[in-house]
Nanobody, 129 residues
Framework: QVQLVESGGGLVQAGGSLRLSCAAS????????MGWFRQAPGKEREFVSA????????YFGDSVKGRFTISRDNLKKTVSLEMKNLKPEDTAIYYC??????????????????????WGQGTQVTVSS
């Protein structure tokens, strides 16, 4: 199994930037596709971005396309989410999640939270207007 710890959240003004990081421990990091999801108060968990284990495929939710970038470093066992031009509607708790690389990294599969069995505790991002 893999353990995940997010960091980098905080308070930022609209139009600003933040970089979230997720550090993994336990199992071999390259055994997992990685994803970011978010959940705002009173809303369902939403897909943000995902990256395949070998860094070949990346996916983004429609609301963050062109503003967010995902990357990973398998040697450092980290996955990062670079967020630019932040908007108040980006305010949420952001979660890092892992999914076995034995399963295909298709767009549909990677966007579904149910396909990620391992989760971090989340980090709060607040964007003020």
């Amino acid at each position: 199994q893999v353990q995940l710890v997010e960091s980098g959240g905080g308070l930022v003004q609209a139009g600003g930037s933040l970089r979230l990081s997720c550090a993994a421990s336990g199992d071999t990091f390259s055994s997992y596709h990685m994803g970011w999801f978010r959940q705002a108060p009173g809303k369902e968990r939403e897909f943000v971005s995902a990256i395949s284990w070998n860094d070949i495929y990346t996916y983004f939710g429609d609301s963050v396309k062109g503003r967010f970038t995902i990357s990973r470093d398998n040697l450092k066992k980290t996955v990062s989410l670079e967020m630019k031009n932040l908007k108040p509607e980006d305010t949420a708790i952001y979660y890092c999640a892992a999914s076995s690389r034995l399963l295909p990294a298709t767009a549909q599969r990677m966007a579904a939270a149910d396909n990620f069995p391992f989760w971090g505790q989340g980090t709060q991002v607040t964007v003020s207007s």
